[in-house]
């Protein structure tokens, strides 16, 4: 079965996270943990589609890159 993802999806998505980074930037002592996280599980495989950045925060920089193709590219990848 596909999955069916829409750019209202996205658009949830998107500022849900956006939000969560906003409330994470204003409690370092959460965002620390996450960011040494992030770097000590720094991953070299890549699915050409996301970041290899193995965080549960997300980069702003990377919600810019996440449409409805890439989330299917990265699902066809990954689970087909």
Known sequence: ANPLVTEKDIEEMDSIVKYQLDELNN???ELI???MHGAAFYSTHKHGNFMNWNSIVGLPEDLKQITV???MEYWRQTFT
């Open 27 to 29: 409690k370092p002592d």
């Open 69 to 71: 193709e890439r989330v």
């Open 33 to 35: 943990p996450e960011y």
